[in-house]
């Protein structure tokens, strides 16, 4: 008895192996760019008197922060930097959480501040679908 395509199954085996594994990191890494990207916008467009609602962001994966922080960052490049380093250890399936737990978050979300009168969150979620399109190209090219 002969086996037609004998030897092929296993290199074939190879391949879709080494496909699941390219694109299980190819999606890791997608997340983690949309993830730094949500949290850059936020934090860019999050209005600026003393610095303090810009250094509050605080990222957490699986459950979200829960307390507000005593950091200011008027400019929020170091809150920008904290979120791109942790954020390196994201991987696909892990839930992300960008929270502020200020008590005038919301009101400024909500117009309080003419810096940001149609709020930071709400900007953001409008180019959701445009951020995940440009990291997939940028991933997969």
């Given amino acids: 008895m002969t086996t037609r395509y004998g030897g092929l199954q296993g290199d074939f085996a190879l391949s879709l192996m080494r496909f699941r594994d390219q694109t299980l990191d190819d999606m890791d890494e997608i997340f983690r760019r949309v993830v730094i990207e949500i949290g850059s916008t936020v934090i860019r467009l999050s209005p600026v008197d003393t610095g303090r609602f810009r250094g ?3 990222f957490t994966v699986d459950e979200p922060a829960s307390a507000s922080l005593d950091n200011y960052d ?24 960008l929270v502020n737990n200020l008590v005038y978050g919301i009101p400024l ?4 501040s003419n810096q940001a009168p149609t709020g930071m969150v709400r900007i953001t979620l409008d180019g959701f679908n445009q951020m995940i399109d440009e990291a997939v190209r940028e991933v997969t090219q």
């Fill in 56 to 58: 509050n962001w605080q």
């Fill in 74 to 97: 008027k400019t929020g490049h170091d809150t920008i930097a904290r979120l791109v380093a942790d954020a390196q250890h994201l991987t696909f399936g892990q839930t992300a959480y």
């Fill in 109 to 112: 979300e909500y117009g309080h």
